[in-house]
């Protein structure tokens, strides 16, 4: 099996039985994202524990893309402060755009780099990063964010 066979392998996975995919009760950070160009809408929960994200969970519909990328993005997110979920934004943000070059970097990003292969398809782009964009919003204080 080649890195792309597995790569994909994830993703279906991750389409298939989206991880964390419920509300989480107030007291918590919520915002919306929309995708208008392919229709994706997305709910995402953040609980955080003074500075650290304690729970992370997403609701909505969308292709396999956007829902991938939300449910791995909820496992990367337990257990980070803010300030290493917003880093960690802009590393997928640079991996997704094709900004992020080198493979060593790519590795320490474990399941996520499985993400990569979207930047050969610009339209994808916007599905993959629509959870990244929604997440920043609910942990900077917004309510809702749209990729156009
Ligand atoms: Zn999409």
């Not at 070059?101 to 990003?109: C, M, P, R």
């Amino acid at each position: 099996m080649d890195l792309k066979d597995l790569y994909r392998d994830v993703i279906v996975d991750h389409n298939r039985r989206p991880r964390n995919f419920r509300e989480i009760e107030p007291p918590r950070c919520t915002a919306d994202g929309h995708n208008p160009l392919c229709g994706d809408k997305l709910r995402v929960y953040l609980r955080l524990a003074d500075d650290v994200i304690e729970d992370v969970a997403f609701e909505g519909s969308g292709c396999a893309i956007s829902v991938a990328s939300a449910s791995m993005m909820t496992e990367s997110l337990k257990g980070k402060t803010q300030s290493e979920a917003l880093a960690l934004f802009e590393r997928m943000h640079d991996l997704l755009t094709g900004r992020e070059s080198a493979a060593a970097n790519v590795s320490e990003l474990g399941k996520l780099a499985a993400l990569q292969g979207v930047r050969e398809y610009p339209t994808r782009v916007k599905c993959a990063s629509l959870c990244w964009h929604t997440m920043k919003t609910a942990l900077t204080g917004g309510q809702t964010v749209t990729t156009e």
